[in-house]
């Protein structure tokens, strides 16, 4: 029973460039959130999705994060240019309905050098 | 004020000891409590709801006071795998998951 897939696992990229995240959420699900995880901040939503359509994106931090999600089965995070303060694990969870229960994925650890 | 508040510790214990911490949230209006467990270097994952009557799953037992809101939980006969660190998670309206920063647990052989 596959959990939620993220990739890539570990990102490593020099400052400027454009890194682009994928989540694929767990079949059936219809809520989908990207977090970011830093040792200062801890957990923060950055934007939640309900069937496709972002709802809150509100977590965004700047206009340089963009998020799609094309169908219900792919989700991805694009940051671009990006810069060494985005350095973070980047998660993906998702949900059956917006206040089940969040399944996360395994993460994506980025370094912006 | 930070939405969910928790003693970072890191809380050292032997095997067989209980240990117990708490977490504060600051919305009155929160309905959904929560405790996730984290490994190092691993994603969040649900470790018990927490009810209003207060609830047990199996050496683990955890407790809302909304009258001085916070939660609490507590690990009987801790196990070395038992080490993580334990997030607690309010979540004040529908969706949108309040992380605290998290309790380091470290039980020692």
């Known amino acids: 029973d596959a959990g939620v897939i993220q990739s890539p696992r570990h990102e490593v990229t020099e400052m400027g460039q454009e890194v682009t995240l994928r989540c694929k959420p767990i079949?059936?699900?219809?809520?989908l959130f990207w977090y970011r995880q830093t040792m200062m901040r801890g957990l923060e939503l950055l934007i939640y999705?309900?069937?496709?359509?972002?709802?809150?994106d509100s977590g965004m931090p700047e206009d340089r994060f963009s998020a799609k999600m094309p169908n219900a089965s792919f989700s991805t995070l694009k940051i671009q240019p990006s810069e060494p303060r985005d350095s973070a694990v980047y998660f993906c969870?998702?949900?059956?309905?917006?206040?089940?229960?969040?399944?996360f994925g395994p993460g994506t650890r980025l370094t912006v050098l | 004020r930070k939405e969910v508040e928790q003693d970072p510790g890191p809380f050292n214990v032997p095997e067989g000891a209980t240990v117990a911490f708490n977490c504060t949230y600051s919305?009155?209006?929160?309905?959904?409590f929560f405790w996730y467990r984290q490994d190092c270097r691993k994603e969040p994952k649900l470790l018990m709801s927490?009810?209003?009557s207060g609830n047990e799953d199996g050496r683990f037992t955890a407790q809302l006071n909304r009258a001085s809101q916070y939660i609490s939980l507590l690990i009987r006969d801790s196990k070395l795998s038992d080490s993580a660190t334990y997030l607690c998670?309010?979540?004040?309206?529908?969706?949108?998951?309040?992380f605290g920063a998290g309790t380091t647990v470290t039980v020692r052989a």
């Open positions: 998670v309010v979540i004040p309206n529908d969706y949108k998951l309040s």
């Open positions: 969870a998702s949900s059956l309905g917006q206040g089940g229960r969040q399944f």
């Open positions: 919305n009155s209006a929160s309905q959904s």
């Open positions: 999705f309900n069937n496709n359509v972002p709802i809150d």
């Open positions: 079949s059936g699900h219809n809520s």
């Open positions: 927490v009810y209003s």
